[in-house]
């Protein structure tokens, strides 16, 4: 699985993972050492556009004059670059098809889509291409194609991990996060992005089994999950519970999914209109039909909901700080569902959350929009499988708990 | 003071905050109704291209679609926009002179300048046209000018007021901020933008005098600040401390102010290249020679620095959590220096922070890289002058604790 100094360009042409492959050395010496990292299209490597999954940005921004600051921290800890990777258009996607570059293969399950919008540095680590992957995960970016091609994915805490050189998207909910093949390779980087101490391991106070959760998923993966939740029960004894989101969340906050999920796509629309509307008015830029209807929703957003909807996440956000102790740990499926068979996935449909047409990005966004709007960290961990398919279990830790929340994925895993 | 619905055509000359002045209408009615604001020119207001102080930016950036959240959040609780103000070139300066768009009047001291780069706003408020200001504040810029200009500055905690809508000069610093004439009316547009919850007030656990800030102070400055710092020896009592950077940060991470600013600047330069260096070098704009001459500073950084400067900005920041009670305070010169004389302040001479030319950079961000080293809220008070040129005292509080720190200068004020 380790890969060599140079990416064998059979495996890279078959994998469609990568917009460049190239090798920029480390600048340093460190944990990393003799690793190489990709880099999603979305993140500035010196002396290459990013392109952002679109053939009009590509063409109308310059060239990066330098490497973001996380692609520098990982050449300065002893890893080297590789390349580039596909990144959803605009990185405004969960599905991992891009309509300009195509479809990263996701190796575990290649009837299926990788997921996006950070599928092609899924595809790239999932294929044994490179160690591990630079993503940026907004609503779900890095945890969902984590899951669905059974890797390790981190979504950090807020504001830990610079996300200069990386292009916004939305804000306030922008963050770095990573893909990997083993915990260890997992937290060996993550470590790296956050500067952190290295503090004593601890145990669990509690990790809450959140109920809705688990009913919004689809049958097959609830049933997958139960296998890996035994051995967590095994292990954790009566500081495993079963917790309801009001119990989390106190009561009169629209204590359900479908109100949470609103709240936060009433935000993701506002900001990454504020972020990339300007330039869709006036540069015209083609774009594939499922983001043309993505955008299109951000347009037509009522924005007197913005005040309201940022008072909703400030509530949700105080209670569960309220809620979660340092030491305690939420813990849910990564996406309700497997994911969509290559053939069944139209994008279009799924783009449009509001129709009669599929329900995938509603459920979907219904349990990763909880670490956002709690700005909380959040690991995917690949602990269980549909007939073969990757199923991801997620644990969440309070804010800054990154370090800690890392230590009990490596010690499960 | 009260500003009329329109502003009077002679001030808003006179001032010279203004890029532009119009009314957007309140789009609801809350906490602000009545009252009117102003916007840098550095955030977006729908239908006006956000200009960045430089002519080039402008020319080259497309008209905003729609007004950041934080203007929606505002026009949401009842005031109307009033216009946008002029900000220092790119936003890279904290002394308030545009080669470009000119220097805002400082009423308090007419001969001295504003401040920066949110000048333009605080010269609004300070001349009476706007009740309050939206400023952005990286390395100073909402705290300098406030304190310069005898006004109440707020800088919020890191990642609590979204910043979608605002051009980014330096992700990991950059906050949205307030000018305001006093303390409730800064309280009240603070409140909406950070949609807390009101709680009980609740008094000081310890406010920690930091002897080194104080030390950095001019005599004058020091001076001027006796008396309002008997004031709160008089309050406080014995809660009242003097307390070293060392007691404060711990032993060993350079715990001196000159190592904490260069690890700011740093990033700060770091950040800024990023954001901007691709355009620069692609639209060969022409900036003012103080501007030129900062952004050389951040294209000879050598980036191998950068890595360990993260490093060391979150052991700062993990000594500062630690440190900091939920109802302790910090407390220091906003700023080391008097607002420099327009005759005396050289842009030039000012950006080049590592020459033989002036030191009012280095010792003003010493001051102020604090809050940005530890994610923390700021406000600065005019609590004080030096033969009638405005003084600014800091108080600042742990992460999150805004809604606190707020409270307290209501109380003070």
Redesign the interface.
């Known amino acids: 699985m380790t890969p060599s100094n140079r990416l064998a360009s059979r495996a890279v042409s078959d994998s469609h993972a990568f917009v460049a492959t190239f090798s920029v050395p480390t600048?340093?010496s460190g944990a990393l050492d003799g690793l190489c990292f990709a880099v999603k299209d979305l993140i500035?490597v010196a002396g290459w556009t990013t392109g952002c999954g679109n053939p009009t940005w590509r063409a109308t921004?310059?060239?990066?004059?330098?490497?973001?600051?996380c692609v520098?921290?990982l050449l300065?800890?002893g890893a080297r670059c590789a390349g580039k990777t596909v990144t959803d258009e605009l990185a405004f996607s969960l599905l991992g098809r891009n309509h300009f570059e195509g479809t990263p293969l996701n190796p575990r399950a290649p009837d299926r889509v990788p997921g996006g919008s950070s599928s092609g540095s899924a595809s790239a680590v999932a294929c044994g291409l490179v160690d591990v992957a630079l993503g940026t995960d907004t609503g779900g970016s890095v945890r969902v194609p984590a899951s669905n091609c059974g890797l390790f994915g981190f979504r950090p805490s807020?504001?830990v991990v610079?996300?200069?050189?990386v292009n916004?998207l939305?804000?306030?909910f922008d963050t770095v996060g990573l893909l990997a093949p083993t915990a260890d390779l997992l937290a060996l980087a993550a470590q790296?992005l956050?500067?952190?101490?290295p503090e004593p391991p601890r145990e669990p106070t509690a990790v809450h089994v959140i109920t809705e959760a688990f009913a919004l998923a689809d049958p097959e993966v609830r049933q997958a999950l139960r296998k890996p939740l035994q051995g967590l029960r095994e292990r954790f004894g009566d500081r495993l519970r079963e917790t309801s989101l009001a119990e989390v969340a106190g009561d009169g906050i629209g204590a359900g999914f479908p109100a949470w999920c609103d709240t936060y796509c009433v935000?993701q629309w506002?900001?990454i209109?504020?972020?990339l509307?300007?330039?869709i008015?006036?540069?015209r830029p083609v774009l594939g039909p499922a983001t043309a209807a993505s955008f299109a929703l951000t347009s037509q957003l009522d924005?007197?909901r913005?005040?309201?909807a940022?008072?909703r996440?400030?509530?949700i956000h105080?209670r569960l700080r309220r809620f979660l102790g340092p030491h305690d740990l939420l813990c849910l499926p990564t996406t309700p569902a497997l994911a969509p068979r290559l053939a069944e996935a139209d994008p279009v449909r799924s783009a449009l959350t509001s129709g009669s047409g599929s329900t995938y990005y509603p459920r979907t966004l219904a349990l990763t929009c909880l670490a956002g709007l709690g700005?909380l960290p959040q690991v995917s961990l690949p602990l269980a499988d549909a007939g073969g398919v990757p199923v991801g279990l997620s644990l969440l830790a309070a804010h800054g708990q990154d370090g800690f929340l890392l230590d009990v994925v490596r010690a499960l895993a």
Chains 1, 2 share one sequence.
């Open positions: 600048t340093g500035d921004h310059p060239v990066a004059p330098v490497h973001a600051v520098e921290q300065a800890a807020h504001d610079s996300v200069a050189g916004p939305a804000p306030s790296v956050l500067a952190g101490e935000l506002a900001e209109r504020s972020c509307g300007g330039w008015d006036d540069a924005r007197r913005i005040a309201e940022v008072e996440r400030e509530r105080r700005r």
